[in-house]
């Protein structure tokens, strides 16, 4: 690790050598950098930073000379261990070592913005990063490297190539119909709801939002100046009658019927065609935010809402921050057809100017090949077995109010809370403690309601892992064990809806 990469900021004020020395001291300090560790060498560093090589040299000998690094001659630099040797423990396993649940908290915020980059355990949206094809991905990377890092700006609207490789894939997998035009590309699924807000609706409009819901979604309407009309969800989806009678003049609504964020809910094939129904009677839109419609565990993933789109009024998101990974910043949006120029021109309007050519050429690669498909398909065997381990090291603790809804898809499970159990609190404590966890009350803007915590399997890599992980959890939030540990179906645990 770079102390550019710690994320802090040159200060002009201070010597250069004594900006390095100061930031690798806290690194170490802090844990961030574990005893064996090996430090870049001179040259890198001060190639890495624009410095002298003096200057990181000047840096390391006072590390060194104070006891917190070890100079091993051409083994290289290395953090050394508290007795002020050089540990024998191997980078690799001393990274892995600040993995395991006893690693420092990491400091995130309740929607898992890790400032450090580093994920806290559990982390809700987190695909499984041990499991991503990095080699692959490196050679496609090497691919277009030369050719694909224009120094001029991308295309607004996104890369043609993305844009086609997209059209197909959401043809054959997700049934919708649309032409690489009608395909925007943005960094992200705030990005393209603020477009659709922007380009489709005046300011004050009203909107449809899932309660409870994806937070950012109310956070970017309510930022843009729009009413937000909170619609209640029962077993079939969102509750088109309940919004058709108390919010009839809303503009547009955002749902997630794949598979509903944060309930899991698969929203009815009545339901869908009540809404588009309303959408169609009231000239309103709808934005389907496909987050992980992929990730299905029984049968075959559902048809996109937006493949039922008669009336064509349904705007569709995909991202591949669960696919692939979140880091790439990298989303989609299917508008309709008569929708098509209205959002080339708006694209170019948009604050955040475009996404970079070089990974999209690249993503554009992974999904021509095929490789986007196989993952997918991997990654649908790899979470239904994660999936059930976590779950069964939950079993113990299920019981005295708590409980398990498994539901067919997605990346995380919801463990209902007692309304006893202040699930906002727990949530705190579980992220002071280091696990992403997200609590159901936040994600209806703290409205009173069912009471629950979301906790992502995705990178449960063991059984044995999962029980460590639900132990020192439930003990962070000193819930204990209702059964035995080992028994594998809890009391509270629910049948998949
Ligand atoms: C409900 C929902 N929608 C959309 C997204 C995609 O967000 P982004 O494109 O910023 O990665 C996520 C990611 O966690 C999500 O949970």
Same mark, same amino acid.
């Given at each position: 690790m770079t102390p550019q990469a710690a994320g802090t900021e040159p200060?002009?004020?201070?010597?250069?050598?004594l900006q390095i020395y100061s930031r690798y001291k806290s690194l170490i300090v802090r844990g961030r950098m574990a005893p064996g560790e090996r430090v870049p060498s001179l040259r890198v560093l001060a190639v890495e930073l624009g410095v002298a090589r003096g200057t990181v040299e000047a840096a390391y000998d006072r590390l060194i000379g104070e006891g917190y690094l070890v100079a091993k001659g051409p083994a290289g630099t290395f953090v050394a261990d508290k007795a002020g040797s &050089? $540990?024998?423990?191997?980078?690799?396993?001393?990274?892995?070592?600040?993995?395991?649940?006893?690693?420092?908290?990491?400091? %995130?915020?309740? !929607?898992?913005?890790?400032? +450090?980059?580093?994920?806290? /355990?559990? #982390? !809700?949206?987190?695909?499984?990063?041990?499991?991503?094809?990095?080699?692959?991905?490196?050679?496609?990377?090497?691919? %277009?490297?030369?050719? $694909?890092?224009?120094?001029?700006r991308p295309p607004a609207a996104g890369l043609p190539a993305l844009r086609e490789a997209l059209a197909d894939y959401l043809h054959r997998s997700r049934g919708i119909e649309a032409h690489a035009q009608q395909i925007f590309i943005l960094p992200a699924y705030t990005a393209a709801l603020g477009l659709v807000a922007q380009t489709?609706?005046?300011?004050?409009?009203?909107?449809?939002?899932?309660?409870?819901?994806?937070?950012?979604?109310? %956070?970017? /309407? &309510? #930022?843009?100046?729009?009413?937000? $009309?909170r619609i209640?969800?029962?077993? #079939? *989806?969102? +509750?088109?009658?309940? *919004? =058709?009678?108390?919010?009839?003049?809303?503009?547009?609504?955002?749902?997630?019927?794949? %598979?509903?964020?944060?309930?899991?809910?698969?929203?009815?094939?009545?339901?869908?065609?009540?809404?588009? +129904?309303?959408?169609?009677?009231?000239?309103?839109?709808?934005?389907?935010?496909?987050? +992980?419609?992929?990730?299905?565990? =029984?049968?075959?993933?559902?048809? &996109? /809402?937006?493949?039922?789109d008669r009336v064509d009024r349904v705007l569709y998101c995909g991202t591949l921050s669960k696919v692939l990974f979140p880091g790439l910043r990298l989303a989609y949006l299917v508008v309709?057809?008569?929708?098509?120029? &209205?959002?080339?021109?708006?694209?170019?309007?948009?604050?955040h100017g475009g996404c970079p050519e070089l990974f999209q050429a690249v993503a554009a690669d992974f999904i021509r090949e095929g490789h986007f498909a196989r993952h997918i398909k991997r990654m649908r065997t790899l979470y239904a077995r994660r999936r059930a381990m976590l779950a069964d090291a939950l079993a113990p603790y299920l019981g005295h109010g708590l409980s398990l809804e498994l539901r067919d898809g997605g990346m995380h499970l919801l463990i209902g809370l007692p309304d006893h159990l202040d699930d906002v609190a727990l949530a705190r404590r579980g992220r002071e403690a280091g696990y992403g966890l997200q609590a159901l009350t936040d994600w209806r803007d703290g409205e009173p309601g069912r009471r629950g915590l979301m906790v992502s399997f995705t990178n449960v890599a063991t059984p044995v892992q999962a029980r460590e992980l639900v132990a020192n959890l439930m003990a962070a939030l000193q819930l204990p064990a209702a059964a035995p540990p080992g028994k594998t179906t809890g009391p509270g645990r629910r049948a998949p809806a």
């Open positions: 200060n002009a004020a201070t010597p250069l050598h &050089a $540990a024998a423990v191997p980078a690799r396993r001393a990274r892995a070592a600040r993995a395991t649940p006893a690693a420092p908290p990491a400091r %995130h915020d309740s !929607m898992g913005f890790y400032e +450090d980059g580093k994920p806290p /355990l559990l #982390q !809700m949206g987190l695909p499984a990063l041990d499991a991503f094809p990095r080699k692959l991905w490196t050679r496609l990377l090497a691919r %277009h490297a030369r050719t $694909a890092t224009a120094l001029t489709l609706l005046r300011r004050g409009d009203s909107c449809w939002i899932e309660t409870p819901g994806f937070p950012p979604t109310s %956070h970017v /309407l &309510a #930022q843009l100046g729009y009413r937000l $009309a209640p969800l029962d077993e #079939q *989806g969102l +509750d088109v009658a309940h *919004g =058709r009678d108390r919010h009839p003049g809303a503009r547009l609504a955002v749902v997630t019927p794949s %598979h509903q964020s944060p309930t899991g809910i698969t929203m009815s094939l009545a339901r869908r065609n009540a809404l588009l +129904d309303w959408a169609g009677e009231h000239n309103a839109w709808i934005m389907e935010d496909d987050y +992980d419609g992929e990730y299905r565990y =029984r049968g075959h993933p559902l048809p &996109a /809402l937006k493949s039922l309709p057809e008569s929708q098509r120029e &209205a959002f080339g021109a708006a694209c170019l309007r948009t604050l």
